[in-house]
């Protein structure tokens, strides 16, 4: 599973220009299911978006995560981030799960951010979105469950 992890002082996410989703300080996720993927990669996870310490202490070091800061979180599904371009000039995204089991799991890594406390909001799975974001930083980290 991956996700793409960008600390946001705004984001939100529209769909035929009327917003769906929106958020203040916190972050936005884009998720990618992968085929092989596991419950121990969504737990990976989640535990990673509630505790990862990227947020500035009053010493302005990266040292509160978005629990700390009381931050929501909006997760938007995104299977492009499992794409390899290592061969020719098309992306390959063999390695994304396939739609059923990815909205399973995307269901399920919201369910799980929502029952460890923090307020989480969605895009809609598979729909063509149109994100936007202020950046905060910017910080913008990568993570992938099996590296």
Partial sequence: MIALLQRVSSAAVSIDGRIINEIQRGLLVFLCAVKGDTAQDLDYLVKKVVQLRIFEDAQGKMNLSVSDVRG?????????????????????????????PAKAWYDLFTKK??????????????????????NEGPVTIWIDSRK
Avoid: Y
Wanted: aromatic share 6%.
């Fill in 72 to 100: 929501a979180v909006l997760v938007v599904s995104q299977f492009t981030l499992a794409a390899s371009a290592r061969r020719g000039n098309r992306p390959s995204f063999d390695n994304a799960e396939t739609p059923e």
């Fill in 113 to 134: 951010l929502k029952n460890a406390g923090i307020t989480t909001k969605t895009g809609v799975f598979g729909a063509m979105m149109d994100v936007a974001l202020v």
